[in-house]
């Protein structure tokens, strides 16, 4: 049975193409990562990822202050390069 769940919070996640705001979350069961429905900050896109590929923003509002590359890859999470929607690092 597939769920699709509209959310009604911000949610800013890091995707393979870059900063991307969460619309919706499709589960589709135990057995399948749950699936992400994003609109890509910089082009407008819509994309779908699944849990395994995307990471939540640092939020300080929230008081989200993780370092995301701690035990990740050495590379830099994309959406930590953005400042405030601009594109710019």
């Not at 082009?43 to 779908?48: D, Q, R, V």
């Amino acid at each position: 049975m597939t769920d699709i769940h509209e959310l009604q919070q911000v949610i800013w996640l890091d995707t393979p193409k870059g900063l991307a705001l969460a619309k919706f979350m499709v589960d589709r069961g135990i057995d399948s990562d749950l699936e992400w429905v994003t609109i890509i900050n910089e082009t407008g896109e819509i994309w779908s990822f699944d849990n395994s590929d995307v990471k939540v923003c640092k939020n300080l509002t929230l008081n989200r202050r993780c370092e995301w590359n701690q035990n990740a890859s050495a590379t830099e999470p994309k959406a930590r390069a953005v400042r405030a929607g601009t594109g710019e690092g």
